[in-house]
């Protein structure tokens, strides 16, 4: 399997693209921006852009869909029924996707204040805004924040350490040093 | 993408390099693989898509290299120049730098958390949205150089010096600072405190 990361100037945000070693059917995890590099990377590695996963419906992570469509036939996954206007997969909690047999965790990271999905797939953790390298990810009110922490704290406890974070917005982590130096686990 | 695949060792969670089913402590013909593969860093101009993670690398100069999407976490980096060099979207977590060189870097997206650093220089660096969480460091400079929206939180940093710099939202949350100098920088915007955690 190969992931590979798009970094876009719309928000600062970090797409994934991931897919097997032989190209084919692949998945695209928060594209803000459907830039010239993303296409290079689809179509260089000879993949299609089968499913479209959303960890949060900010436009940072949702804007590059309305190019991709027009591109790729692709279906999209989501906490939210719609997504600017196209319909999605709502995808719940615990889920085990199979995406074209790429095996996907589903985990829910839901307050009061704002719903999310984190992805895992294998020993990678897509995790939006929620939980960035040192961080809570992308800054909010004070009330997001403080609920953020409390519920990054219970899902990621027992997490193993060797998982690979890949944040919507900044550089890659590790869980481990997440446990170590986040203030937020320390 | 670096590799995610762990070594077959029994027991060992380190990530193997590309095209090996062993971590580079585990490999076969380990002394030939890893002068294989720094000869390849020497050699080229980008290193991308690389795990070189535990690589223990004395007095190579790579200079002006383009380094994105590489793992090298968990390494030791002794005598190393990476003057001019640009370090992306990168991992470098628990590793020891002693005596290296990063003048003059652009160094983004890139992640040093739980590393060690003894006498290193940072000097005239873009170094933006980088994690150097945990770091401990020693007799280190990173003068003149733009460290925004870098973190330093629960860092222990003892003789080093952050002269001219550019500190807006640069975190040191949590560090610990000892004859630490922020002379002619702006450190009124970093931030040293959490609102939510006062």
Do not use: Q, W
Not at chain 1, 111 to 126: A, C, N, Q, T
């Amino acid at each position: 399997m190969r992931c590979f990361i798009n970094f876009s100037l719309n928000g600062f945000s970090n797409a994934y693209l991931i897919g097997s070693d032989d190209g084919g059917d692949a998945i695209v995890i928060d594209p803000g921006e459907m830039n010239l590099k993303l296409l290079r990377l689809v179509e260089n590695n000879n993949f299609y852009i089968r499913h479209i996963l959303i960890t949060h419906n900010h436009k940072p992570h949702t804007e590059g869909i309305r190019t991709l469509l027009k591109i790729y036939n692709a279906e999209i996954y989501s906490a939210s029924d719609t997504i600017l206007g196209y319909p999605t997969k709502v995808t719940t909690p615990g889920t085990n996707l199979n995406l074209s047999g790429i095996k996907v965790d589903v985990m829910e990271f839901s307050g009061k204040k704002e719903k999310s999905l984190v992805y895992k797939i294998g020993k990678m953790l897509f995790t939006g805004d929620i939980l960035g390298a040192g961080n809570l990810g992308h800054e909010e009110s004070i009330e997001i924040m403080e609920e953020r922490s409390k519920l990054v704290s219970s899902l990621f406890k027992n997490m193993d350490k060797n998982i690979m974070v890949f944040p919507g917005h900044g550089p890659p982590s590790t869980i481990r040093a997440e446990k170590d130096f986040n203030p937020e686990f320390l | 993408m670096f590799s995610l695949i762990e070594c077959r060792e029994k027991g060992c969670r380190n990530f193997t390099p590309d095209g090996s089913d062993k971590c580079l402590k585990h490999i076969d013909k380990r002394e030939e693989f890893i002068s294989s593969a720094i000869s390849g860093l020497i050699d080229n101009e980008y290193i991308r898509n690389s795990n070189l993670s535990t690589i223990e690398i004395d007095s190579v100069i790579l200079k002006d290299k383009m380094i994105i999407v590489a793992n090298f976490s968990n390494s030791k980096f002794t005598n190393m120049d990476f003057t001019g060099s640009s370090l992306l979207f990168s991992l470098f977590e628990y590793s020891t730098f002693i005596n290296c060189k990063f003048e003059n870097t652009t160094i983004k997206y890139t992640n040093f958390a739980g590393s060690v650093f003894s006498e290193c220089d940072f000097n005239d660096s873009d170094i933006v949205n980088s994690n150097f969480n945990g770091i401990e460091a020693e007799n280190c400079s990173f003068n003149d150089s733009d460290l925004y929206y870098s973190t330093f939180t629960s860092s222990k940093l003892h003789n080093v010096t952050f002269i001219e710099c550019n500190l807006k939202k640069t975190d040191f949350f949590n560090s610990k600072r000892e004859n630490v100098s922020f002379k002619y920088s702006n450190y009124e915007e970093a931030l040293f405190y959490r609102d939510r955690k006062k």
